[in-house]
């Protein structure tokens, strides 16, 4: 498995979450919240950090887009292979519904120890007539925040997770939001082991140039010219025009950003 690197605030603000909830003294000692940022910047890694070094039971849910049968299926086998103690509960009554789904969840859930529900790529379950946004509303409000889990409910969608917390929508103010950024430059240093200039030139490029051995190149002079290779500096894939001008977009006072927004 890949180090991890860098997100020291972040994971210090989804464990002081956690602490919060262990030391509740209410009937109400659930905690929710709601992670956006860009595609790839590492959000799933993340949180995929905090339940390997929080050490609680935990359940690590991805939804996919499709159908609600399909995803409740995905459900129940991300549920018998998660750490909850109940989880061959979920399992066992094999949910119609989302309704049906949350109330298992909340049933498997521990009573006297802190756990941690992960819904990921929450915007796929989401839909115009905002049903699931009220069962989810109803079934935290009911039940699930009356355990001492933190639910995690993560999205690319800007505008969906924004949009989940409006004030016009079921869940309004049920979750505390977190939006996540790109990598600083000295995480970027660390993970790509490149000195500082060159670590500042990729946190505002969003790719980082590297130099491989020279080679010969045909011509009348045989120069050497260096064979160079764009990479991204967030999840080490090849990176093209259009998602340079998106990492430069996130950030603010950044010219090539400002001419990205208008491509």
């Given at each position: 498995m890949a180090s991890f690197v860098g997100r020291?605030?972040?994971?210090?603000?989804?464990?002081?979450?956690?602490?919060?909830?262990?030391?509740?003294?209410?009937?109400?000692?659930?905690?929710?919240?709601?992670?956006?940022?860009?595609?790839?910047?590492?959000?799933?890694?993340?949180?995929?950090?905090?339940?390997?070094?929080?050490?609680?039971?935990?359940?690590?849910?991805?939804?996919?887009?499709?159908?609600?049968?399909?995803?409740?299926?995905?459900?129940?086998?991300?549920?018998?292979?998660?750490?909850?103690?109940g989880r061959d509960l979920i399992a066992a009554a094999n949910p119609s519904d989302w309704d049906a789904a949350f109330r298992l969840l909340a049933a498997a859930l521990p009573d006297d120890t802190p756990s941690v529900v992960v819904l990921d790529e929450v915007p796929c379950l989401m839909d115009p007539e905002q049903q699931f946004e009220g069962i989810l509303q109803r079934a935290w409000d009911r039940l699930l925040s009356r355990k001492p889990v933190l639910l995690v409910l993560i999205g690319s969608d800007l505008a969906m997770m924004e949009a989940l917390n409006d004030y016009r929508r079921p869940f309004h103010q049920r979750g505390r939001e977190m939006v996540l950024g790109p990598l600083n430059p000295a995480d970027l240093a660390t993970m790509l082991d490149l000195p500082p200039a060159d670590a500042i030139d990729a946190a505002l490029r969003g790719t980082v140039t590297r130099r491989r051995v020279p080679r010969p190149a045909p011509g009348p002079r045989g120069a050497d010219r260096d064979r160079l290779r764009r990479t991204d500096v967030h999840q080490h894939r090849p990176y093209g025009r259009r998602n340079v001008g998106y990492v430069a977009a996130t950030i603010p006072g950044n010219p090539a950003g400002q001419a990205a927004r208008h491509r």
């Open positions: 020291t605030r972040e994971l210090g603000a989804l464990a002081a979450e956690l602490d919060r909830i262990a030391s509740a003294r209410d009937d109400r000692p659930g905690r929710c919240l709601l992670i956006r940022g860009r595609r790839r910047v590492g959000k799933s890694r993340l949180v995929e950090r905090f339940v390997d070094v929080a050490q609680v039971p935990y359940l690590y849910f991805t939804a996919a887009g499709a159908g609600t049968a399909t995803e409740l299926r995905q459900l129940v086998a991300d549920a018998a292979e998660s750490t909850l103690p």
